[in-house]
């Protein structure tokens, strides 16, 4: 069975960075392309990131472009999101997640199909 881990947040000050992590098994993820989304209460969940399987390629949403960064380590199974410059806009539950599709970029939440349960991410002003 397919399974994504999340782990890293926490919380931390406005201007501050974290590392999130997540952890995948049940199967090689080394040829699929993989993302992050986030979800908060009321709004719209949001593609922030996704890396294509090569990993010759990111996707950035407008919304975190320069200030987070996405990279992967296929040897261990593992996507990692370094975010810096956090705002409290920033507030959020993070969720990995992969999708089977070749295509790119991957920009909707649609076309990903396995996610972890997520990790929650506080930044205070």
Not at 65 to 70: L, M, N, P
């Amino acid at each position: 069975q397919v399974q994504l881990v999340e782990s890293g947040g926490g919380l931390v000050q406005a201007g501050g960075s974290l590392r999130l992590s997540c952890a995948a098994s049940g199967r090689s993820f080394g040829s699929v392309s993989m993302g992050w989304f986030r979800q908060v209460p009321g709004k719209e969940d949001e593609i922030v990131a996704a890396i294509r399987g090569n990993g010759e390629s990111t996707y950035y949403s407008d919304s975190v472009k320069g200030r987070f960064f996405i990279a992967r380590d296929d040897a261990a199974n593992t996507v990692h999101l370094q975010m810096t410059s956090l705002k409290p806009e920033d507030t959020a539950v993070y969720h990995c997640a992969i999708t089977p599709s070749p295509a790119w970029p991957v920009t909707a939440l649609w076309q990903f199909d396995i996610w972890g349960q997520g990790t929650q991410v506080n930044v205070s002003s």
